[in-house]
């Protein structure tokens, strides 16, 4: 765990960021691994939210900025898949 625990109020800003184009695809899947394997503490949310950003997660991690056609893994995520995972995170996060 880092020195600074994250806060849900800074991952939703951080997603926020990204849904308004403010940081790039790469930045936004870097940042929120960093933050959710070594900066949050999970407990402290609910089971609906930890569901919806733990998806974020598993969508973040199978990341791939290389064009489609040149991936080797077919399961790789691209920018647009990222953007829907981040969005429906996003929902859960408000409501």
Known sequence: MSEKEITLGEIENLIERFQQHAISTQEFCA???????FEFDKKSISNAVFGSLDFLFDEVALFCPLPREQW???KYRDETEI???AAKALLSMTR
């Open 83 to 85: 953007r829907a995972a």
């Open 72 to 74: 080797e893994y077919p």
């Open 31 to 37: 940042s929120f691994e960093q933050i959710w394997n």
